[in-house]
């Protein structure tokens, strides 16, 4: 884990007074970070596999299957989503319907930390897992504040190791 990454999470997760959903949760390995800090947290990741290898390597932590668009929480559930390099494998179109979602289980004072690749245009890349979209920061903005969000905080930075390819992190709550 980048410790840059470490140290946002971290001061977000502190932040949050309450229950943390990672949405889209993968290997489940930012979960457990999560709860090693304490907190409140349950990882949902829409590829069974996933679920399956987190619950193998972490089982004091409880991970389901989930879709984005379908989280199957009750209104405001979540105190804080970490929705980490979750979204870059979703077809654009979809984003909206997602990003809907997350604000629905969000508290009126909760908040979302959403991590991706961005570039200066929305564009398709070869990823490890599927293919994933990097996205410019100002576009994403426009998107979340569309779903409902205000985006309070961005960091964007390069990746020492491919520096063609660079991250950022958004801070958003709902509106």
């Given at each position: 884990?980048n410790?840059?990454?470490?140290q946002?999470i971290?001061?977000?997760a502190?932040?949050c007074?309450?229950?943390?959903?990672d949405?889209?949760?993968g290997p489940?390995?930012?979960?457990?970070?999560?709860?090693?800090?304490g907190a409140?947290?349950e990882?949902v990741d829409?590829?069974?596999a996933?679920?399956?290898?987190?619950?193998t390597?972490?089982?004091?932590v409880?991970y389901?299957?989930?879709r984005?668009?379908?989280?199957?929480?009750?209104?405001?559930?979540?105190?804080?989503i970490?929705?980490?390099y979750?979204?870059?494998h979703?077809?654009?179109?979809?984003?909206?319907a997602?990003?809907?979602e997350?604000?629905?289980?969000?508290?009126?004072?909760g908040?979302?930390?959403?991590?991706?690749?961005?570039?200066?245009?929305?564009?398709?890349f070869?990823?490890s897992?599927?293919?994933?979209?990097?996205?410019?920061?100002?576009e994403?903005t426009?998107?979340?504040?569309s779903?409902?969000?205000?985006?309070?905080?961005?960091?964007?930075?390069?990746?020492?190791?491919?520096?063609d390819?660079?991250h950022s992190a958004?801070?958003?709550e709902?509106?």
């Amino acid at each position: 884990m980048n410790p840059l990454d470490v140290q946002l999470i971290s001061d977000w997760a502190a932040q949050c007074p309450g229950p943390i959903v990672d949405a889209g949760c993968g290997p489940g390995h930012w979960t457990h970070f999560l709860q090693e800090r304490g907190a409140e947290v349950e990882g949902v990741d829409l590829v069974p596999a996933f679920v399956e290898l987190a619950r193998t390597r972490f089982p004091t932590v409880s991970y389901r299957v989930a879709r984005l668009d379908d989280l199957g929480l009750p209104d405001q559930a979540a105190a804080g989503i970490l929705a980490w390099y979750s979204l870059i494998h979703l077809e654009p179109a979809r984003v909206p319907a997602v990003l809907r979602e997350l604000r629905r289980c969000l508290r009126d004072d909760g908040t979302l930390l959403l991590g991706c690749f961005v570039s200066e245009r929305l564009e398709p890349f070869p990823h490890s897992v599927a293919t994933a979209y990097s996205w410019p920061v100002d576009e994403l903005t426009r998107r979340l504040e569309s779903a409902g969000f205000v985006v309070r905080h961005t960091e964007t930075r390069p990746n020492p190791a491919r520096l063609d390819r660079w991250h950022s992190a958004l801070l958003a709550e709902r509106a």
